[in-house]
């Protein structure tokens, strides 16, 4: 019966993805066409969008589809998966859960007593009702965890092991009690505890949005000075996030990358380019990296790009003698320009964590995300030239003329979409989330005239749209929770003094901060490190007069690197899940590391030349 609601609210939810993309499209052509809006309708779009992603929480713990750190989980037997699973819903998903539910009561009922409408003319009354759905979600969310929790305890073979951790697990929240009735100070900051605890339930497999959540509750019960009280204004945060316009661009651009995911337009595009460059040593690499940032500029969606592209690319690459080091090296790093290369869903999140706007991040990103696909092509035509054997030239045996002409056809449609769109953004016709609307109907079209629209297309996208969304929102909200406990124990403050009055010097600041976010890369994905690590930095980066926009590419470059980086670049799972036996993971590591330093420049550079990221306007 709980996995049917979760069901049934996932469903929903994919219905609701399709329904946004259309109104919004509507909306957007009626008032630039016509001069006609409607704030009603405005408000009807962002209540759609709270409750795709708030319905999707459970749904997409129904499916395992909440982000985890699976270093090491991938290598645990059976059992051992099903105690982490165990132990990842008791102790952090339903506390956290119920937690949200209680407070968010009080604010749901709060809102019914005063019978809540909308604070503009002309928008919607019952403010309650959405507000409710928090409870409604947070509710679902509790009883798919209690369903899933009797699931993994079947399945379980020895109960050992479980008696044992929870033993242990009641001999800590004893003590943890005692600390708490005696006023028991931390003997180590607390701070570091926080970031230790979550750094190591992450790497044991955990859930990375219920890590945050859950040790922010432990800590706030360890800690007299800060206690379950500040947990009280966490409902009102988590409506700020639902009343974010921003972020609504987010659900949009992944459902308009899957529809292009599924559409074959990556195979025809990569067929197209290999023949019109195969002809020259390394030409097909440097398709790969071409159809990689026609991707990037279609989707922004990473793992699918590189999954797409091992699929696809590494099968012709190998069957046509290419070192199997280069081919993987080509295939990620050009499966990661998704990260940089506008409408990238990192920029969104860092424009909405750094209160920067997503259009001017876009116009920042241009330029650096064109300087790594030369740096890729030159490194490939190089190396190609002095090792003749790694990348041989293939014969084309259709006339040249007959294949660019493919090629141009190929090319131009998916060119004229991300025209259409980032262009509109770019020159301020319309928002990201309006560009985003108009580039899933553009995606249909390019499906339709492509000859693989249909049902079951809009249904994966639309269903994967909803996991994508949930997992994204959900880390957003563990990591508002984690941040309320984290400034609550002076961590802001800490942060501020530590760059004010021992690191003065804004290079240095740059030089430690990139440090810090490159190896937390190795360990955790970017939206963890965007939701809990930048909102700490941005009033250090104004308060040493740093151009935030600039801060937020270098970033993005970064975590671009760091997706890459052995051991744990997540890119690289995703090339050998993918490629399987057909490549070793020495193999992959050999032909990632020049690529890594070719972003490592490409970073340098945009730090010593600021000024490049603003070729295409401020």
């Known amino acids: ?96 859960s119920l937690l949200i539910l209680f407070n968010a009561w009080d604010m749901t009922v709060q809102s019914y007593i005063q019978q809540e409408v909308s604070s503009d003319p002309g928008g919607l009354k019952y403010r309650y009702i959405i507000k409710g759905i928090i409870i409604v979600a947070f509710g679902l969310l509790v009883l798919q965890a209690l369903s899933q929790t009797a699931y993994y305890f079947k399945k379980l073979k020895s109960k050992k092991a479980l008696i044992k951790i929870s033993l242990a697990l009641g001999v800590i929240a004893i003590f943890s009690s005692m600390g708490i009735i005696f006023e028991w100070t931390f003997w180590i900051d607390p701070l570091f505890l926080m970031f230790l605890l979550s750094l190591t339930l992450l790497l044991l497999g955990f859930h990375v949005a219920f890590v945050f959540a859950g040790v922010a509750l432990f800590f706030a019960l360890l800690s007299q000075e800060v206690g379950l009280v500040v947990f009280e204004m966490l409902p009102y945060r988590i409506y700020g996030i639902m009343g974010n316009t921003t972020l609504m661009a987010i659900p949009l651009f992944i459902f308009m990358g899957l529809i292009l995911e599924k559409s074959k337009m990556a195979e025809r595009l990569l067929i197209s ?60 790093a050009s499966g990661t320009l998704g990260q940089i290369i506008p409408p990238s869903i990192v920029l969104i999140i860092l424009g909405d964590q750094m209160h920067l706007s997503v259009g001017d991040l876009f116009r920042a990103a241009v330029v650096p995300g064109l300087l790594l696909i030369l740096l890729y092509i030159l490194y490939i035509l190089i190396v190609s030239f002095f090792q003749k054997d790694i990348a041989p030239a293939l014969a084309n045996p259709n006339n ?138 941005v009033p250090i980066i104004h308060l040493l007069g740093i151009d935030p926009i600039w801060f937020a590419i270098l970033i993005a470059l970064n975590l671009q690197a760091s997706f890459l980086t052995p051991p744990f670049g997540f890119a690289l799972f995703y090339l050998k899940g993918t490629a399987g036996d057909s490549i070793t993971t020495k193999a992959i590591y050999k032909g990632v590391i020049p690529f890594i330093s070719l972003q490592i420049l490409a970073l340098i550079i945009v730090i010593l030349f600021p000024n490049i990221i603003y070729l295409f306007g401020k």
Do not use: C
């Open 273 to 332: 380019m290999a023949n019109l460059f195969g002809s020259v040593r390394g030409g097909l690499a440097i398709s790969v990296v071409l159809v990689g940032a026609i991707l990037a500029a279609s989707t922004g969606i990473v793992g699918a790009s590189v999954v797409m592209m091992s699929l696809i690319a590494l099968p012709l690459m190998l069957k046509y003698n290419y070192s199997p080091a280069l081919a993987s090296g080509a295939i990620v």
């Open 1 to 96: 019966m709980t996995n049917k609601l979760s069901s049934y609210a996932g469903v929903i939810s994919a219905l609701l993805v399709i329904t946004l993309a259309l109104l919004v499209t509507y909306d957007a052509m009626m008032r630039y066409l016509f001069s006609e809006g409607s704030i009603a309708l405005q408000e009807l779009e962002w209540h759609i969008f709270d409750i795709i992603f708030l319905l999707g929480i459970s749904y997409a713990l129904g499916y395992d589809k909440h982000v985890r750190v699976d270093i090491l989980y991938d290598k645990y037997t059976l059992d051992t998966r099903y105690l982490i699973n165990i132990f990842s819903l008791m102790i952090l998903v339903i506390p956290f």
């Open 400 to 537: 040249y003329s007959q294949t660019l002409k493919e090629a141009f056809k190929a090319i131009i449609p998916p060119l004229l979409l991300i025209t259409i769109v980032l262009g509109s953004i770019f020159t301020g016709v319309a928002s990201p989330t309006e560009s985003a609307a108009i580039g899933v109907i553009g995606a249909g079209v390019l499906a339709w005239s492509n000859r693989s629209f249909s049902r079951k297309l809009i249904e994966y996208a639309s269903i994967e749209t909803v996991k994508l969304t949930a997992m994204i929102f959900m880390i957003l909200i563990g990591a508002t929770a984690f941040s309320l406990v984290f400034h609550q124990l002076g961590g802001g403050d800490m942060a501020l003094a530590f760059f004010e009055d021992d690191i003065q010097n804004q290079w240095r600041f740059i030089l430690i901060t990139m440090l810090i976010i490159f190896v937390l890369g190795f360990f955790i994905d970017f939206i963890e490190i965007a939701f809990v690590v930048v909102p700490i930095l």
